[in-house]
């Protein structure tokens, strides 16, 4: 078995790193916080390993994310924003063309879920975090509010406009 080569960037078990070396007894991974750790092979060979260097040069690496938006945004215009963000995203490649999935219709809102192109795993948390505040910029631009069920049942009550206080709650001040 050879679910990986020294260089690539893997996921074994629960941590994701680069592969820095194989022996005959143990892999070792670098974290991308630069933090060293060896696996035993027998783990390897008895759990799964997830290598997403293997097809990123030639298919690309998907990024992919969900978000939430309520039934009064057409999906149309959703899909229109998300793939905005998409292309806003450095390194994140034109073709193959990302695309947009709707992946659940729940009560109070709509699950859509942004799929994009890369050819570079050993960025993938960075571009992560750009293509999440890409997709933050596109929607505050235009004005539509991203959803969460914690956020959804709160702004559901009669005049609820905002989830953040107009101002922090005072401690009670202990009398001598």
Not at 6 to 23: H, M, P, S, Y
Not at 43 to 69: E, K
Request: net charge positive.
């Amino acid at each position: 078995m050879r679910p990986c080569r020294v260089g690539d960037r893997v996921k074994i078990g629960a941590v994701t790193g680069d592969v820095l070396e194989k022996t005959l007894l143990v892999t070792r991974l670098r974290t991308i916080k630069n933090e060293d750790v060896t696996i035993p092979n027998s783990n390897i060979l008895s759990g799964h390993t997830v290598n997403y260097t293997a097809a990123a040069s030639h298919d690309g690496l998907i990024l992919h994310t969900t978000i939430t938006i309520g039934y009064n945004v057409p999906w149309p215009q959703v899909h229109a924003h998300l793939l905005a963000a998409a292309r806003a995203t450095e390194d994140v490649e034109a073709t193959p063309v990302p695309f947009v999935l709707q992946t659940s219709l729940d009560d109070f809102y709509v699950a859509y879920q942004l799929n994009a192109y890369t050819r570079l795993p050993h960025r993938q948390a960075g571009l992560y975090s750009l293509l999440y505040q890409h997709i933050q910029d596109e929607f505050a631009r235009v004005g539509i509010k991203i959803m969460s069920p914690r956020c959804c049942a709160t702004r559901t009550r009669a005049g609820a406009g905002s989830t953040i206080s107009p101002a922090p709650l005072a401690a009670p001040v202990p009398q001598p």
